[in-house]
């Protein structure tokens, strides 16, 4: 399993369990995209097979079983990080329901007009033979071949034009070594001297504009070269000239489209030069290997003026790693235009974007989107549930097949699409262009970002769980790349079929690096797998590192990071040690003291849990879970618990008798406190949460519509109904005082700690320390004897510390006057009250 995985999976498994404690309807069904290359690429190797002999069922049917061994795979991997789903009724991409939910909504697309079927300029990697979405495309270093040519030669066989800028300057260029003159836009003219020299001009330049109509010639072919206009040549750099071959880009598609050039792309799909390509003896070439020798051809032809290498960024397969072309292909797409896309763009403003500047990445692509090619040449995926007439290709459109296509789909998967002819599925109507009734089917799959874009409609609108589901109810979850992937295709169809985006929240986090920043590589040593660290640490120290992280930037990952998500659970799980422990011998049904008649100090420890409870719930609901972490371990857990009200009421707990007033109400406050904080850590450490509720269970005799269980089944706490509770901050407050006097007291060796400490006190006037006598305040703060005095002062001020008067009893070690047994008058009561009766 992947760190991002882990953190993926851990944040929305957090979402999920605190939505549910809060008493909403929220089901985690978990999903498997089950299509597409990698498995494709994976099974080939390893069956050896080659994809123009095999068959596509048995392929489709093997792929499945590879599909489905790794699901199960990687549910076990999710279940142990504690992730709760359906895991037993998951949803997949390869099952016969979902894939007539692709298929049902490819089909609405294609009725509403959204979809349809095109020669344009694809992204096409030669080496897997298929089109690629632009989220399927990485960008890496390439070396390549540049070279200036003699205008008004270029050296691409599927060039048709030339295009210009319509505000550009463009002069002719005079050679004083050669007198060959050419025509080049103002930044052409500096190129042309730095390889010719000085040169002339007897003519005015001219607008770019004025250029429109030029026709030159190809040295390659002879074929003329039209001058086209283009906004996006330019006018800073270069020649000022650019070559346009609408079937290898998109700019130049456009632009062929608005001349009507013609849209050549003489390349198959393996990248190799097919025989329309002039001159025609390049047919079979492959375009990489043909570039040294069509470079050759112009040298020999003295129209190459320069050739350098540059190395620039240039785009390559995700899967194969190999670089890609351009390539004119027909396909399916899903059109967007300048309506749909200003759609797009409004439609994210009714989503709740975490972080906020997730809006403005997408709406930066949705701006500038192209339309998307849907089809793939690929056996792995959801069929094109399309139908063609074999005469003319037009489609057909007869919404009672493709229901029937539709019910065929959820009774026995896209395989009865292989299996089947046309004429089983009713394809039979006369095509309405030409008149013909035979139709093949489309053999293209469906982009598999299709088949998670739909999710919404195959799994939400489907599933009884899920049915009726609020489209402001719904987040999407997932790393920060997918604003470019599965937000996007999620967003698209759902906006052309619906009016509104699918979602009502979006939360991105980052990737996981190391601790130097670097990205996790085998190659560079530092992948730390989440498997290898459950079964060190256990599950909760995963999901605790995911819970601190501010997973909204890239998230780091190391062993220095790790050592101190351990010491900040074990301070957790320490604070919960000590709650239980203390409560062995507590029954609530019998011990448990009104909350009116609890000691100020638990009352203010409980007031601390209403504060902390108040704040981890605001950033529960901001989905800040780092935050949510440090309110309940550093702030509660640790400085007022751990570092205060624990320790001194350890004298309470070990020195009164066990049913003393004070120690049944500090175990009340205790056993509050502990399943409350259960609660609250559960969709954190949830098996530390899970782990405290059921010792809970077994030593506390409950109701049991008090005490369900699993702590997961229980309501998220509520706030301790308090009347006039102090304050802890103002007992901690004190305590730290006091603590700082007596340590300069030991230093002086007046005394020796806080057991033998005796100090007056100036307490504010009306605080809750005021209300308290000097052995309760004593008691609060963890020292011997105080004589306490209230004053104007704002905060405690302790006096001179002196040795409190009597001797250290032998039970608690505090400095009291003592029983000829050696023990103060409170531990010579809970002696007594343990004797037998």
């Not at 089909?107 to 690629?132: I, M, N, R, S």
């Not at 001349?259 to 198959?268: A, E, H, I, N």
């Not at 006091?738 to 057991?755: L, P, S, Y």
């Amino acid at each position: 399993m992947p760190e991002g995985h882990a953190l993926n999976k851990i944040l929305k498994d957090i979402i999920v369990k605190y939505k549910s404690l809060r008493g909403f309807r929220s089901p985690y069904i978990p999903g498997w995209d089950c299509h597409g290359l990698p498995i494709e690429h994976q099974l080939m190797k390893e069956k050896g097979w080659d994809k123009r002999k095999v068959g596509r069922v048995p392929f489709r049917q093997e792929a499945t079983r590879y599909a489905e061994h790794w699901i199960e795979a990687q549910k076990r991997e999710f279940k142990r990080l504690g992730v709760l789903g359906e895991w037993d009724r998951p949803y997949k991409t390869l099952s016969p329901d979902y894939e007539a939910g692709i298929a049902r909504a490819f089909y609405d697309l294609f009725e509403k007009g959204y979809v349809v079927q095109d020669k344009k300029p694809v992204y096409w990697c030669p080496t897997c033979e298929t089109a690629l979405a632009e989220a399927e495309v990485e960008y890496a270093d390439k070396t390549s071949t540049s070279v200036f040519v003699k205008f008004p030669v270029v050296e691409w066989p599927a060039n048709v034009a030339l295009a210009f800028h319509p505000e550009g300057r463009y002069r002719l260029y005079e050679s004083g070594q050669t007198h060959e003159r050419f025509l080049v836009g103002d930044p052409g003219w500096k190129l042309l001297e730095e390889m010719f020299g000085p040169g002339k001009s007897n003519a005015p330049a001219v607008e770019g504009l004025s250029l429109e109509g030029l026709v030159a010639k190809n040295p390659l072919n002879n074929n003329d070269s039209q001058g086209v206009l283009a906004e996006f040549v330019s006018a800073e750099e270069g020649t000022g000239v650019v070559h346009i071959a609408p079937g290898h880009g998109e700019d130049d598609h456009v632009v062929g489209k608005s001349y009507g050039l013609p849209v050549l792309s003489p390349v198959d799909d393996r990248g190799r030069f097919t025989p329309e390509v002039l001159p025609n003896d390049l047919a079979g070439v492959s375009v990489w290997d043909a570039n040294p020798v069509i470079v050759e051809r112009l040298a020999k032809a003295q129209t190459l003026l320069k050739e350098v290498k540059i190395t620039h960024s240039y785009p390559h397969c995700w899967r194969c790693k190999n670089p890609i072309l351009f390539r004119a292909a027909l396909q399916w797409f899903l059109k967007v235009g300048d309506a749909f896309r200003t759609a797009l763009i409004q439609s994210t403003n009714h989503v709740d974007w975490i972080p906020e500047y997730g809006q403005e990445r997408i709406l930066g692509m949705l701006r500038t989107r192209p339309d998307w090619c849907l089809s793939r040449q690929r056996y792995w995926g959801t069929p094109i549930p399309m139908f063609l007439c074999e005469q003319c290709r037009e489609p057909l459109r007869d919404r009672a097949v493709f229901d029937r296509v539709v019910a065929e789909f959820e009774k026995h998967g896209g395989d009865v699409w292989y299996e089947k002819d046309a004429a089983y599925f009713g394809a039979t109507t006369p095509c309405a262009k030409c008149g013909h009734a035979g139709y093949r089917k489309e053999e293209d799959i469906v982009d598999v970002w299709f088949d998670s874009g739909v999710s919404w409609a195959a799994v939400l609108g489907r599933r009884p769980e899920t049915r009726g589901t609020k489209r402001t109810d719904v987040m999407y979850l997932e790393g920060s790349d997918q604003h470019r992937g599965w937000f996007q295709t999620s967003l698209l169809p759902a906006v052309a079929l619906t009016g509104e985006p699918p979602f009502g929240r979006v939360l991105t986090h980052g990737f996981v690096l190391d601790g130097q920043g670097r990205a996790m590589s085998k190659s560079l040593g530092n992948v730390i797998a989440p498997q290898e660290l459950i079964q060190k640490y256990g599950a909760d120290i995963v999901r605790l590192w995911v819970a601190v992280t501010d997973y909204r930037e890239d998230v780091r990952l190391s062993q220095d990071i790790l050592d101190r998500v351990i010491d900040t659970y074990r301070k957790i799980r320490n604070t919960l040690r000590f709650l239980l422990g203390n409560l062995a011998d507590f029954d609530p049904g019998k011990h448990a003291r009104p909350l009116n008649a609890l000691d100020p100090l638990d009352a203010a420890a409980l007031g601390a849990f209403n504060e902390t409870l108040e704040k981890a719930s605001r950033h529960y609901d901001e989905a800040a879970f780092h935050l949510v972490t440090a309110t309940l371990a550093d702030s509660f857990c640790i400085n007022a618990l751990s570092e205060y009200y624990l320790d001194v009421r350890k004298d309470v707990l070990y020195c009164d008798a066990p049913d003393a007033p004070r120690r049944r109400s500090a175990q009340t406050a205790f056993w509050i406190i502990a399943r409350g904080l259960a609660k609250v850590l559960a969709p954190l450490l949830s098996f530390t949460a899970e782990e405290t509720w059921q010792t809970l269970r077994e030593e506390n005799r409950l109701a049991p519509e008090d005490n369900p269980e699993s702590v997961f089944l229980n309501p998220f706490p509520s706030p301790v109904p308090l009347t006039g509770a102090p304050v802890l901050a103002e007992f901690l407050r004190a305590r730290r005082a006091v603590n700082e006097a007596i340590e300069k007291a030991r230093q002086t060796g007046v005394v020796k700690g806080a057991n033998d400490a005796l100090l007056p006190l100036k307490v504010p006037a009306g605080g809750p320390l005021a209300s308290l006598d000097a052995a309760a305040l004593a008691s609060v703060l963890g020292v011997a004897a105080v004589q306490p005095a209230t004053a104007p002062v704002d905060t405690p001020e302790p006096g001179a510390v002196t040795v409190a008067p009597g001797a250290k009893c032998g039970r608690c070690w505090l400095w009291r006057e003592l029983t000829p047994a050696g023990l103060c008058a409170r531990c010579a009561d809970a002696e007594r009250a343990a004797q037998p009766a």
